[in-house]
């Protein structure tokens, strides 16, 4: 618990850099030459805005041809929960086809890429391996791959962005909630990402996308930059970004997007993350448990949790709403996990079988079982991590770490 209670991270300071920074969605005069008079469809969600104003529109509006428009997990609209099944839609008074990647299949069909010249790519991630908007955007690359289609990835900044940690997933594990074999928290701007997949050759086959990254800027290129640093000072005065619009309808602010990757991995554990409450992703805790003297009670909340984790019953555990980070705090943190594996009653119930998939591995829940410290858990990670960063050293596009 002390590491994670210290100086929350300055987000007074933080509002002056994001007024400077322009997303690749917002440099209009370097893509719009690029997909005028041609079929453009559009990989998006309800994050994809310029200004307060749906790319979707924006592009309606300066009379490009939107084809077509494909949706992630959560849907175009962002208000669907958390793994239901998105059927396909229509958008405007056009109708425009909405092509859902959560339904009937999770990567584009010949038939939905039929007649485009180019795909656009615009959306929010935050930086973990197991959100599943980098699977998703792996998918189109591919699919573009395949059928000889251009994309273009407008870039966001990853607000997880100042560290690189975590297990590092293993191909027998590789799933729609981890697809490469990079670390649970990758350290990279979700365009820098998409050069990285495309740059080693992990699409299907090997095959190489047709790939464009419309990167970020600043205004005031010479006082502001977007950098890659772990020391938070640097990387919340200088680059910091705070998210205008939720990513999905469990991470609804800032502050569960920071703690998201503290607390994705009891997902796939009997501790509940508060969904089904007013701070998802913000408290843990589960019936009878013996960690904290926070109680909760989680209900169903349509388009948000519609069926959480111990729905109706009483959880005891931690609110970590209030929790200052510290500055200096810019690793996974597993402490959490440790504590409530060691103080279950039933320990053989305690890990789903979902939990190597979202860790990419079966070594951390063994290591956890055979009572490892977080250092010697840590300690595990450290070759596979350095071998990570020399290859994602070639895809920065931003100042370095």
């Not at 729609?176 to 699409?203: C, D, K, Q, R, S």
């Not at 290591?367 to 960063?389: M, V």
Request: proline letters at 5%.
């Amino acid at each position: 618990m002390k590491k994670l209670i210290g100086l929350l991270v300055f987000y007074l300071f933080a509002n002056l850099t994001y007024a400077q920074l322009k997303t690749g969605a917002d440099q209009m005069n370097k893509y719009i030459p690029l997909i005028k008079d041609k079929k453009v469809a559009i990989v998006a969600n309800h994050t994809s805005t310029i200004q307060d104003v749906h790319l979707v529109d924006t592009l309606l509006s300066l009379h490009i041809h939107i084809a077509k428009i494909l949706s992630p997990e959560h849907g175009f609209r962002g208000n669907n929960a958390d793994g239901a099944i998105i059927s396909d839609s229509e958008y405007g008074p056009d109708k425009i086809p909405i092509i859902s990647l959560y339904g009937n299949h999770k990567k584009p069909t010949a038939a939905d890429l039929k007649g485009i010249d180019v795909v656009i790519f615009d959306m929010q991630d935050v930086g973990v391996r197991c959100y599943t908007y980098i699977s998703t955007m792996s998918y189109v690359m591919e699919a573009c791959a395949e059928n000889n289609v251009a994309m273009i990835v407008l870039d966001r900044p990853n607000p997880n962005i100042g560290f690189v940690d975590g297990p590092v997933l293993k191909k027998e594990f590789a799933s729609f909630v981890g697809l490469h074999e990079v670390p649970y928290l990758y350290g990279m701007t979700i365009g820098e990402y998409a050069n990285m997949v495309n740059g080693e050759g992990w699409l299907n086959k090997a095959i190489k996308c047709d790939l464009k990254i419309m990167p970020l800027s600043f205004e005031d290129g010479e006082e502001y930059y977007y950098h890659h640093l772990s020391d938070c000072e640097q990387a919340y005065f200088k680059a910091h970004y705070k998210l205008p619009i939720a990513p999905s309808p469990n991470l609804p602010n800032m502050k569960a997007v920071a703690l998201y990757p503290h607390l994705c991995l009891f997902e796939g554990t009997d501790v509940s993350v508060g969904r089904g409450t007013n701070k998802p992703f913000q408290i843990i805790g589960k019936p009878n448990s013996h960690v904290g003297n926070y109680y909760f009670t989680p209900i169903s909340i349509p388009g948000v949790s519609d069926n959480p984790p111990h729905l109706g019953k009483e959880c005891q555990g931690i609110d970590l709403s209030n929790t200052r980070l510290q500055c200096g705090y810019w690793s996974l943190s597993l402490e959490f996990l440790l504590d409530f594996y060691q103080h279950s009653d039933n320990k053989s119930t305690f890990f789903k079988a979902y939990f190597d998939k979202l860790a990419g591995t079966d070594q951390l829940r063994k290591q956890i079982i055979a009572g490892w410290t977080e250092e010697q858990i840590r300690e595990s990670w450290k070759e596979d991590l350095q071998k990570f960063k020399l290859i994602r050293e070639k895809y920065l596009l931003y100042s370095r770490n």
